[in-house]
């Protein structure tokens, strides 16, 4: 079995960040990492591998040079191969954009599964595994807490807000996993070793049949128009608790009218 | 006038809070046409009228409960592309955005998602959305064809427009069975007498400080008391002392109401992202130094198992 693991690298979410004057994210002034979602569905993948001995686990991720980082960190985690793909031209891409340079690189791989993150931690859309799906002409099980493949099919069991609902659909198939799927192993010392040897190609648009216009922002269908700091929250009114703390409390509720 | 189309966010035939406020801004816009999908829709139609939709597209066919949001986007892409409306607005939940993805990559169309504002601008719509945490305000377009937005809850507080809708049945050609994502089963999570949390106009939530399931009891007695829905933080979560879908966070639910109550929570990014653009904050803690106290218009640092039931104490005084 052929499983990609679609991997994002990303600003660290607790540092500050920031939009560059083009109201892209700025990816130079905070340091980034392998996405924390996308940790879950490298996981997923590991797991499938460690209960099916054919299965053979390739990462990928769009993005500029030091987007390696993400693939290095996966294959410290496991799995076998990467593919970075890595053009100028892909700057300023949207989701559309994006999911098109990702299909492509998927399709030129070969792939029974495709496991994804069930959102990046910077653009938060949770929409490019939908649009995978689309593309690739598949089915797209999506945001599933517990994940098993078997005869050909993936079955998954998804936490809505009022249900739970038990889906599936047949391979090949785009999967998405939440936080809540498992946790994710912690790279071993021998793992981050092996993982340097481990084969990582690197592609450009021309490699995939990809014309400049489709992706970046020439190809984008959005624009921002403003990107504004908000003014942090001022401090409000903080008192220590001397026996009337509740009182006090109750006082400023009912004074805004929500008691 | 610019027909607006709003996918009805609905359970058997009740419609939810997010498309009334999707209607109402969809006023701001154009004229409303709202699309529901199921077996329902005469108990719907009447909510959505009084909410400003002009015309209601039926689909009811099986599809729509069998699959997984294919037939939503089977119906939007065909409804749109034979009745060309300058804007489609979805509910901001995953399935939501999904479909709304779906819809726009047929349609050779933008997406904006989590949108928290929509108006009109002089070339379409204008969204702003928040971003990084909160901590960015985001104004944009849709640059080419028909701009598809999402739009999260709480947006727009919903207006009453009443008109008497159209009735329009919509037969849908869907998709193939092999692209399809078969539903095997659904099974309802019992529905407690609070608010919907994402829909709340307050949200009490507990954390760490709580310290047990049993003491949750304490959090949900605020709660009621102030006709709120409950929440916690991953930590409570985690630990197994309330359920995940009142998770508030970046990887749980992501609120903004009128006022949101934080008892025995520190404040730690993961929560901030869930819950910094309510409205009004208040946070109770023991500790002085929790990063919650930065956000909160007033904050008590003390023991919530003093104030808390101290406070429901004194608003039943005020009441009585």
């Known amino acids: 079995m052929k499983i990609v693991v679609c991997v994002k690298h990303v600003p660290d979410a607790t540092a ?9 994210t700025d990816r130079e002034s905070v340091d980034s990492l392998l996405s924390e979602l996308d940790e879950y569905a490298v996981e997923q993948a590991l797991r499938i591998a460690e209960s099916d001995v054919d299965a053979e686990i390739s990462y990928l991720t ?84 517990e994940l098993t493949v078997e005869d050909g099919t993936v079955t998954g069991r998804r936490e809505g807000d009022s ?61 921002v128009d403003t990107a504004t700091r908000r003014p942090p929250r001022s401090k409000g009114e903080i008192v220590a608790d001397d026996g009337t703390g509740g009182a006090g ?7 805004r009218k929500f008691a | 006038m610019a027909e607006i189309l ?66 939503a986007v089977d119906a939007l892409t065909q409804i749109a592309g034979s009745t060309r409306p300058a804007t489609i607005l979805l509910p901001s939940n995953p399935d939501g955005k999904e479909t709304a993805a779906r819809v726009a990559l047929r349609l050779e169309s933008g997406l904006i998602t989590d949108a928290v504002d ?23 377009h849709v640059t080419r064809g028909i701009p598809v937005i999402t739009v999260k809850p709480n947006a727009a507080a919903p207006e009453p427009a009443p008109v008497t809708p159209e009735v329009v049945k919509w037969d849908v050609t869907f998709g193939p069975a092999s692209t399809a994502v078969k539903v095997l089963s659904r099974s309802p999570r019992e529905r407690g007498d609070r608010p919907e949390l994402t829909e709340a106009d307050i949200v009490v939530s507990g954390g760490r400080g709580v310290n047990g399931a049993e003491n949750f009891a304490v ?9 709120a829905a409950v929440g916690a933080s991953r930590a409570a979560v985690d630990a197994g002392w309330y359920p995940h879908s009142h998770q508030v966070g970046q990887t749980g639910t992501q609120v903004s109401p009128q006022l949101y109550l934080a008892a025995g929570i520190s404040g730690a990014i993961q929560h901030r992202a869930g819950m ?24 008590v640092v003390g023991d919530l198992f003093q104030v808390l039931p101290q406070l429901v104490e004194e608003i039943e005084r005020r009441r009585s």
């Open chain 2, 219 to 227: 959090i949900e007695r605020v709660a009621d008391t102030l006709g």
């Open chain 1, 62 to 145: 769009v993005g500029p040079d030091d987007a390696k980082d993400a693939l290095r960190k996966a294959l410290a985690m496991g799995g076998d191969s990467a593919t970075h793909v890595s053009d100028e031209d892909i700057e300023g891409s949207d989701a559309f954009g994006t999911s098109l340079v990702l299909a492509r690189a998927i399709e030129r791989h070969g792939f029974d599964l495709v496991l994804c993150g069930m959102a990046s931690t910077d653009g938060t859309m949770g929409v490019v595994p939908a649009l995978l799906a689309e593309r690739l002409g598949v089915p797209a099980v999506t945001h599933v807490e």
């Open chain 1, 163 to 223: 249900a739970t609902v038990r889906v599936q659909g047949a391979l090949p198939a785009v999967v998405s996993v939440t936080d809540r799927s498992g946790d994710a192993r912690y790279p071993s010392f021998k793992g981050i070793m092996a993982a340097k040897k481990k084969p990582l190609e690197t592609l450009d648009l021309a490699d995939l049949g990809i014309d400049a216009g489709q992706v970046g922002r020439a190809g984008a269908r959005s624009a």
């Open chain 2, 118 to 140: 929509v108006v009109a601008g002089a070339d379409g719509p204008v969204t702003e959305q928040s971003a990084f945490a909160a901590t960015y305000q985001v104004t944009a």
């Open chain 2, 6 to 71: 709003v996918l009805v966010d609905h359970t058997e035939g009740v419609v939810r809070k997010p498309t009334l406020e999707l209607l109402t801004l969809a006023r701001r816009l154009g004229e409303p046409s709202a699309v529901f999908l199921g077996p329902d829709a005469d108990s719907a139609t009447e909510a959505l009228g009084r909410y400003g939709a002009h015309k209601v597209y039926v689909v009811d066919a099986p599809e729509v409960d069998e699959l997984l949001v294919t037939p």
């Open chain 1, 16 to 24: 500050d960040r920031t939009f560059t004057e083009e109201g892209s």
């Open chain 2, 276 to 299: 910094q653009t309510s409205k009004t904050i208040v946070a109770v803690n023991k500790d002085q130094d929790a990063p919650i106290f930065e956000l909160a218009d007033y904050g």
């Open chain 1, 249 to 255: 409390l109750a006082a400023f509720l009912t004074a």
